[in-house]
């Protein structure tokens, strides 16, 4: 099979932001996705550099259009790569060859009785470039500018696209899924219940000479949505390129609300008007805010991928914003967000689980991936949660539903990391009897990674690559690379020596997320930008300071907790008994704890974890700087009496 998936050709009056980035993460997502389903993907995106809006940009530089299209363009072409986006053909409407097919249309269109003169005289949005109607108006403004149009009257070319809506129409009951998700299927149609007017195609070159000149008549250029629109077609080498037909028959669309009109309503009636098949769908997705407002300049909160890419990498950039954004709802950008999902989902749930498991085969095995003996009940479950989660995985990103296709993957991670914890592996290593066992859970585990490596190649180009290597398996190994072989159970081969893990996903600290959420806000909003530099020095007053009981304790108990493989139960003296859950089952075994003196902090409240209540914290140092993470635990360097004051 074949797929076409094009993103907008953005504006270039403005640098990419994160809305731009997320579109064009979706289209790259999805050509990978098509791509691991064994299609031929061509996945396009670009620049459209014509129109008012561009010279507006360029005469408050002070550049001339070319001079100015050229850099922003370079801006967004060369932020792809950086968000490891890929995609195979980078448009630009100022192309040559852009320019000829959009001429060769308009003259078709011409030829054949859809384009006339006429006089109009209509409401006019400069940012939005097109003719508002009455209704579309919120308080006599343009509801996306905030601004009044303009009322103007001029001699112009019109397109008849009055005389395609019951076609139109026809078409999307005919195809459910031409538009989705329905709510914008909706909306067009509940446009068309309306008389659709004729489309203003033309700008007098007294008033706009940056635009593609009409073939038909040289005092005028094309509208600029008639221009972008027809990228689709000249990236792919219409007429009669060979990329043409195979690629334009399977076209799908992504883009958001903000141009669902021109794309559903101005572009199928021009189709219908050249005697092109229509695309096939049409995906909408919402809006980003940040910090739950909309994302402007004059506020200052604009995101820009680069920035994020830097502060938390481009993994954690792309996975949070497919999981974080239910495709077509409008979701809010904030760097809380993105740090709990980054320590949360990826540095525990998805990162621990990969290290862990390898650190076992390491431990048990010497890295060698052990052949399984006959499998248990267990076991299958595992294996029916893993052929539930593919399944749901292929349905769902299909539909561009990639928040419920990664939903899926975790739920099964989860169903890994219960199935260690049920198999106790560090049990059955005790003893000879358990060795057949242990073979069939821990290659059970490893299957069940290179699942996770193979479903979260769309999404983690970089990541899956650090898993796929701990697998001993390459990039292009078709066990990780393609649904239709990698799906099947059993593909690791016994026998194998794994290879050293990369750290995944480092844990993210609240005060990075800080400094960022500054950098946001530091040009609007004085207020929120006060407020946060106050707490951003990162220093506490030495009231704030004696508020801590920082106590010396010795450990008398100490147990794991059952159904968690990073907390323990320690009883310590400080100098009262007194229960606390600390998360260092990892890295510290019960018996080794015994007798030692470490530093509590006595008064933080009780908390409750897995059902027992822990009545203060011990302090550990963090050593990130090897492959994993180490916890030290605190001590003093002479013994003293327990309960003794640390200050
Ligand atoms: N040039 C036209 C598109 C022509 S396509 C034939 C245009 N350009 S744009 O630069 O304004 O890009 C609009 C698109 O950018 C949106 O449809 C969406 O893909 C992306 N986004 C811009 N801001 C966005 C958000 N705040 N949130 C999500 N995506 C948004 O319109």
Redesign the pocket.
């Known amino acids: 099979m074949t797929t076409y998936i094009?993103?907008?050709?953005?504006?270039?009056?403005?640098q990419p932001?994160?809305?731009?980035a997320?579109?064009?993460i979706v289209a790259d997502t999805y050509s990978r996705f098509r791509r691991l389903c064994g299609d031929d993907v061509r996945f396009q995106t670009g620049?459209?550099e014509h129109?008012d809006k561009i010279v507006e940009a360029a005469e408050r530089e002070g550049v001339a259009p070319k001079e100015y299209v050229d850099t922003i363009s370079g801006m967004f072409s060369s932020t792809w790569p950086v968000l490891e986006i890929e995609p195979d053909n980078f448009i630009r409407t100022t192309d040559p060859d852009h320019i000829k097919v959009v001429q060769k249309i308009l003259q078709d269109v011409y030829d054949s009785g859809d384009i006339y003169f006429g006089e109009y005289t209509g409401l006019y949005c400069q940012g939005c470039e097109r003719y508002l109607t009455e209704k579309e108006l919120v308080d006599g403004n343009c509801p996306d500018h905030q601004k009044p149009p303009e009322e103007i009257a001029e001699k112009n070319y019109f397109f008849r696209m009055s005389k395609y809506q019951q076609q139109l129409i026809d078409h999307i009951h005919a195809h459910p899924e031409f538009i989705t998700p329905e709510r914008y299927k909706n909306e067009v149609l509940a446009f068309l219940s309306e008389p659709l007017e004729d489309l203003c195609i033309s700008r007098p070159k007294s008033r706009l000479t940056w635009g593609i000149e009409l073939p038909f008549d040289d005092k005028f250029v094309t509208y600029?949505?008639f221009d972008?629109?027809?990228?689709?077609l000249t990236g792919i080498g219409y007429p009669d390129g060979d990329l043409f037909e195979g690629n334009w028959s399977v076209a799908e669309?992504?883009?958001?609300?903000?141009?669902l009109k021109?794309?559903a309503i101005y572009?199928p009636t021009m189709l219908f008007s050249m005697g092109l098949p229509l695309y096939q769908k049409l995906h909408v997705?919402?809006?980003?805010?940040v910090d739950n407002t909309?994302?402007s300049k004059s506020i200052g909160n604009v995101v820009r991928p680069k920035e994020l890419v830097a502060a938390y990498g481009v993994d954690t950039l792309r996975y949070f914003t497919l999981r974080e954004m239910s495709f077509g709802l409008?979701?809010s950008f904030s760097s809380e967000a993105i740090v709990a999902r980054q320590n949360a989902d990826l540095a525990n749930d998805l990162g621990n689980l990969f290290s862990r498991a390898i650190a076992m085969v390491q431990k048990y095995r010497g890295g060698v991936i052990p052949a399984p003996g006959s499998y248990t009940d267990s076991d299958s479950d595992l294996r029916q949660a893993a052929e539930k989660m593919l399944g749901r995985y292929e349905e769902v990103m299909g539909q561009f539903n990639f928040h419920l296709g990664l939903q899926a993957i975790w739920e099964f991670v989860g169903v890994v990391n219960r199935y260690i914890v049920t198999s106790e592996p560090w049990t059955l290593a005790k003893d000879e009897s358990g060795k057949e066992r242990l073979d069939t859970v821990l290659y059970t585990i490893l299957e069940s990674l290179r699942l996770l490596t193979l479903v979260l190649r769309p999404v983690m180009i970089g990541a899956t690559v650090k898993m796929g290597q701990a697998l001993a398996m390459p990039k292009d190994d078709a066990r990780i690379s393609l649904l239709a072989v990698g799906r099947q159970w059993g593909l690791l081969e016994p026998g194998t020596q794994l290879q050293a893990l990369e750290t995944l996903f480092p844990r993210l600290e609240k005060e990075e997320k800080k400094e960022q959420s500054v950098k946001q806000t530091k040009k609007g909003k004085k207020k929120k930008a006060d407020v946060t530099d106050v707490a951003d020095d990162n220093l506490v007053s030495f009231d704030d300071f004696k508020k801590l009981d920082l106590r010396v304790a010795e450990i008398v108990a100490a147990e794991p907790i059952k159904k968690s493989d990073r907390l323990l139960k320690l009883t310590v003296k400080a100098p009262e008994e007194r229960t606390i859950v600390a998360g260092i089952a990892e890295h510290y075994s019960p018996e080794d704890l015994i007798g030692r003196q470490v530093i509590i902090v006595a008064n933080l409240k009780p908390a409750k974890l897995m059902g027992i209540e822990s009545n203060g914290m011990v302090l550990a140092a963090k050593d990130i700087s090897g492959e994993k993470e180490i916890l030290l635990l605190t001590t003093v360097s002479g013994s003293v009496p327990t309960g003794s004051n640390v200050a």
């Not at 050709?9 to 403005?14: D, L, M, Q």
């Open positions: 094009t993103t907008p050709i953005y504006y270039v009056n403005a932001h994160l809305g731009h997320y579109t064009t620049t459209d129109g600029v949505w972008a629109l027809i990228n689709y669309h992504v883009i958001a609300k903000d141009i021109p794309h572009w997705h919402g809006y980003w805010n909309k994302m409008d979701s």
